[in-house]
């Protein structure tokens, strides 16, 4: 694994400017927006232990669970802020202007959340399932120690809390972050749970400046992805064209494992192949069986339970009951990749996936990757 990769995904952050909803104003004149440098790997609903200290001259008497909206748009908390702000930013907005609410729960489009608990087991529960896909059971993250149980849960709350202390003298045009100390434990703490997903031969011939040698071999892996797809009618060029997402409607949210394979030839397996396998309603040289590939992840999955798993079999029938088959797919000849993001980056599609896979995985071992998808008419598959 790419140590350097991994540190810049670790320190990965994004400038906030966080303004109070004026329904939640309760005194005048409403308070300066907060700025906040968030963690690309953390999630909005930790950023509460700063946001209520610095709305609470101008919040009402009676509060609810914490929430955000962007452009109207109430977001998903469970979604890493990363993630959310590469898919709903096709041009990168900086700094990313949030409204936060205090009351007024929209129940009818996010599920519940309880705040850092409710962040703690989603985070648990998607480690737990990306154990079940990688190794076909979950024994490891079963069977961790309570210490190591502890510094799971609380590393990325420990993460936010010291990029909040960053963020006081940290310029949103390019400071540098203090967070690396929480990368080594981690690192520990992972290594234990035995989920390395796939070999890196080819990672060790890749040149990111220069030329890629596609000669090695690559050992096969089940590699756990969160694909979100937003499907358009409307080209465009330039990404300050792209249309605004302004309902989760929009955006096909699909939780498939990649299989990874040698290329035919010795040709390696790319980004380009593994989005394609994962998109076989749209792309027809698919290479994976609907067995393998034709599973698109529910809502509820993103559940969380206040009581850890008590057996390998509840993951798998976790990760089974989550999913539903797709009886109908619409296979589109011209449908065309707009746009991958993986970490706020735009990876080349020939890039090894391998490499992909081993370096730009989230703390819970979940691959995210967000594409913008050109179809002739706008379509999709929830």
Same mark, same amino acid.
């Given at each position: 694994?790419?140590?350097?990769?991994?540190?810049?995904?670790?320190?990965?952050?994004?400038?906030?400017?966080?303004?109070?909803?004026?329904? @939640?104003?309760?005194?005048?004149?409403?308070?300066?927006?907060?700025?906040?440098?968030?963690?690309?790997?953390?999630?909005?609903?930790?950023?509460?232990?700063?946001?209520?200290?610095? $709305?609470?001259?101008?919040?009402?008497?009676?509060? @609810?669970?914490?929430?955000? !909206?962007?452009?109207?748009?109430?977001?998903?908390?469970?979604?890493?802020?990363?993630?959310?702000?590469?898919?709903?930013?096709?041009?990168?907005?900086?700094?990313?202007?949030?409204?936060?609410? $205090?009351?007024?729960?929209?129940?009818?489009?996010?599920?519940?959340?309880?705040?850092?608990?409710?962040?703690?087991?989603? $985070?648990?529960?998607?480690?737990?399932?990306?154990?079940?896909?990688?190794?076909?059971?979950?024994?490891?993250?079963?069977?961790?120690?309570?210490?190591?149980?502890?510094?799971?849960?609380?590393?990325?709350?420990?993460?936010?809390?010291?990029?909040?202390?960053?963020?006081?003298?940290?310029?949103?045009?390019?400071?540098?972050?203090?967070?690396?100390?929480?990368?080594?434990?981690?690192?520990?703490?992972?290594?234990?749970?035995?989920?390395?997903?796939?070999? @890196?031969?080819?990672?060790?011939?890749?040149?990111?400046?220069?030329?890629?040698?596609?000669?090695?071999?690559?050992?096969?892996?089940?590699?756990?992805?969160?694909?979100?797809?937003?499907?358009?009618? /409307?080209?465009?060029?330039?990404?300050? @064209?792209?249309?605004?997402?302004?309902?989760?409607?929009?955006?096909?949210?699909?939780?498939?494992?990649?299989?990874?394979?040698?290329?035919?030839?010795?040709?390696?397996?790319?980004?380009?192949?593994?989005?394609?396998?994962?998109?076989?309603?749209?792309?027809?040289?698919?290479?994976?069986?609907?067995?393998?590939?034709?599973?698109?992840?529910? !809502?509820?999955?993103?559940?969380?339970s206040s009581e850890d798993a008590s057996s390998d079999r509840k993951a798998? !029938?976790?990760?089974?009951?989550?999913? !539903?088959?797709?009886?109908?797919?619409?296979?589109?000849?011209?449908?065309?990749?707009?746009?991958?993001?993986?970490?706020?980056?735009?990876?080349?599609? /020939?890039?090894?996936?391998s490499w992909v896979a081993n370096n730009l995985m989230n703390p819970e071992?979940?691959?995210?990757?967000?594409?913008?998808?050109?179809?002739?008419?706008?379509?999709?598959?929830?």
């Open positions: 694994m790419d140590m350097e990769a991994q540190r810049y995904v670790w320190d990965g952050a994004i400038p906030l400017q966080i303004h109070l909803h004026e329904s @939640d104003v309760a005194t005048l004149p409403a308070p300066p927006p907060a700025l906040i440098l968030a963690p690309r790997i953390g999630y909005l609903p930790l950023l509460a232990s700063h946001l209520k200290p610095h $709305f609470s001259s101008a919040l009402p008497p009676r509060l @609810d669970t914490i929430w955000f !909206e962007y452009k109207g748009l109430p977001l998903k908390w469970y979604i890493p802020t990363g993630v959310l702000f590469d898919l709903l930013c096709a041009e990168p907005e900086r700094p990313w202007n949030l409204t936060v609410h $205090f009351t007024g729960y929209p129940g009818n489009i996010l599920i519940p959340c309880e705040g850092e608990d409710s962040v703690k087991w989603s $985070f648990i529960n998607s480690l737990k399932e990306a154990a079940y896909i990688i190794n076909g059971n979950c024994k490891n993250v079963m069977n961790m120690s309570q210490p190591d149980q502890k510094k799971n849960k609380y590393l990325l709350m420990e993460l936010q809390l010291q990029s909040q202390e960053a963020s006081k003298s940290c310029k949103y045009d390019g400071g540098s972050q203090s967070s690396l100390g929480n990368l080594e434990p981690y690192r520990r703490v992972s290594t234990k749970l035995k989920l390395g997903t796939v070999g @890196d031969e080819y990672a060790a011939k890749l040149n990111l400046s220069g030329e890629t040698d596609f000669s090695g071999q690559v050992k096969a892996g089940r590699v756990p992805v969160r694909l979100y797809v937003w499907s358009v009618s /409307e080209d465009f060029e330039d990404l300050e @064209d792209a249309p605004q997402i302004d309902s989760w409607d929009k955006v096909s949210y699909i939780n498939r494992p990649v299989e990874i394979q040698g290329g035919e030839g010795g040709r390696c397996f790319t980004l380009h192949d593994a989005v394609k396998s994962l998109l076989p309603e749209y792309f027809l040289d698919k290479s994976l069986t609907n067995e393998e590939s034709l599973t698109v992840g529910d !809502e509820h999955e993103q559940r969380v798998e !029938e976790e990760v089974e009951n989550s999913s !539903e088959h797709i009886t109908s797919c619409y296979q589109h000849d011209d449908a065309a990749i707009k746009l991958v993001r993986i970490q706020g980056i735009h990876p080349k599609l /020939e890039i090894p996936f071992h979940f691959l995210h990757i967000c594409v913008y998808l050109k179809v002739p008419q706008a379509n999709t598959m929830s």
